[in-house]
């Protein structure tokens, strides 16, 4: 599963609905009406959240999906560019985030005399990509310190 979410919706709509239909069914055989209500509404939360899940994990994008859903709402979208001009920043962001981790001073300098090798058929200059690898760097940033923050305070088990 990638390391950033995306929105599924049809996966869980589809999820809920099916789980709603069987759940409520369940529910009604024993307990007529009212078990068909309470069948539908635990069916449909967990039918969202496996349809959601289960389309998450197929999803081949991975962590590109999400960039995917948001590019033309960031402040450095230039007008008139497409999903496969942002495509090559973004996934240079993913590909460096380990290093630069490990390495603070990864410098632009050092990203710009790479990116003519994986732009592709970008349209992008570097400055222009640059915003978008530092976008990246920045959510998986938070994803990692929100992800070590939750394991810090949750109960440990003996």
């Not at 239909?21 to 068909?36: A, D, E, R, T």
């Not at 570097?126 to 938070?142: C, D, I, K, S, T």
């Amino acid at each position: 599963m990638s390391r950033l979410q995306k929105v599924h919706v049809a996966g869980a709509g589809i999820g809920a609905i099916a789980a709603g239909f069987v759940m409520g069914g369940i529910g009604y055989l024993p307990f007529g009406v009212p078990g068909l209500v309470v069948g539908v509404v635990i069916g449909a939360a967990i039918g969202a959240i496996v349809g959601h899940r289960s389309i998450e994990a197929i999803d081949p994008r991975g962590d590109l999906g999400h960039f995917q859903q948001v590019y033309r709402t960031t402040g450095y979208y230039a007008d008139g560019m497409a999903w496969d001009d942002y495509a090559p920043a973004y996934q240079l962001g993913l590909d460096t985030f380990e290093r630069r981790q490990r390495d603070p001073d990864l410098t632009g300098a050092e990203l710009e005399a790479r990116w003519p090798a994986v732009r592709g058929g970008s349209r992008l200059e570097f400055a222009q990509a640059y915003p978008a690898v530092q976008h990246v760097w920045r959510e998986l940033g938070q994803r990692e310190r929100a992800l070590r923050d939750s394991e810090a305070g949750a109960p440990r088990g003996s």
